[in-house]
């Protein structure tokens, strides 16, 4: 659900309303839920599984196609993007939606940018470049789907769960944390995702115009679980990264007490040569999801 505000000539006005995904409208229609949570949805063997077996009959008899409408909820983030405004969520590809003249908001509908190669899905937290124009977005997918011009990154050890990445003038920075992906846990009656204790947490820093995959580094950061980048920008000539972020302190509450996961906010100085880096926390409270004037994106901010 969207909410807005619109303050015209003195006067406000509230407006909230649901994005009409095709799970939304789908659903809408039937009055049950038909697409499965895949993080709180599945406890327990038996109804996992029968939760698991339902949701591959209704794609064998066509009551919904998630290859070609999607079952997104557009509920994590809103940006501009081409001048439009959208709703995302990663598990899908964005809405595009429209703020009318009397304070109402409209669903337009599931967008691909006009791409001639659909894809599948994409980050909710796309990075825009004021300086260049450009925007910088990333997914990943089980099956892989058709897209535009992309930068296939092969060298996860395993399936992780990446939420949010970093764009500098010259970098792409990318978190490898303990949050993993692991489709044969829903078997066992539990979430496909989860956390992994044993994996030490990598930031990965690629070229930002890198063609393949071969210029990328991968430095260790023990304990650093990124959730959210608020910005990123390059000092000493491009030799070092500046990252402030939210770093999930204790990883394993996650996903049932946000508060105890203890999200805190630091500010990582990546030397790329040395593949090494200095962490600063700037907060001793639980704060995450910062931003700042989208001017300064790439660039240094106080």
């Known amino acids: 659900m969207l909410h807005m505000i619109k303050i015209c000539q003195g006067k406000a006005t509230f407006c909230s309303r649901y994005v009409k995904t095709h799970k939304y409208i789908l659903e809408g229609k039937t009055g ?3 697409v499965p949570n895949f993080i709180a949805g599945f406890n327990g063997v038996v109804p996992a599984t029968a939760r698991l077996v339902l949701t591959c009959a209704r794609v064998l008899t066509k009551q919904f196609d998630p290859l070609r409408h999607g079952f997104g909820v557009a509920n994590t983030s809103v940006a501009f993007l081409c001048g439009r405004l959208f709703a995302l969520c990663e598990s899908d590809l964005p809405y595009e939606v429209k703020v009318t003249e009397d304070g109402d908001i409209i669903t ?14 994409m980050t909710a937290h796309p990075k825009i470049d004021k300086a260049t124009g450009e925007a910088f977005c990333y997914g990943y997918d089980v099956i892989v789907g058709k897209k535009t011009k992309g930068v296939p990154i092969s060298s996860m050890e395993k399936c992780a769960a990446i939420h949010d990445f970093a764009v500098t003038e010259n970098y792409v920075v990318f978190p490898d944390t303990q949050i993993v992906m692991n489709p044969w846990w829903i078997l066992r009656g539990r979430s496909a995702v989860g956390i992994d204790p044993d994996k030490i947490p990598r930031l990965g820093i690629i070229p930002r115009y890198a063609e393949d995959e071969r210029g990328m580094r991968w430095i260790d950061a023990p304990g650093f679980n990124m959730l959210h980048c608020v910005n990123a920008w390059e000092e000493d000539g491009g ?12 990883a394993e509450h996650i996903f049932d007490d946000m508060e105890s996961s203890q999200l805190t906010l630091e500010k990582l100085t990546i030397d790329v040569k040395a593949k090494s880096m200095k962490r600063q926390s700037l907060s001793t409270q639980v704060l995450d999801f910062a931003v700042i004037n989208p001017a300064y994106a790439a660039k240094k901010n106080r």
Request: no cysteine; aromatic share 10%; net charge neutral.
């Open 108 to 121: 337009l509908g599931r967008h691909d940018f006009g791409s001639i190669e659909p894809f599948l899905r």
């Open 239 to 250: 030799g070092a990264i500046v990252m402030v972020a939210s770093n999930i302190v204790s």
């Open 32 to 34: 049950y839920p038909i």
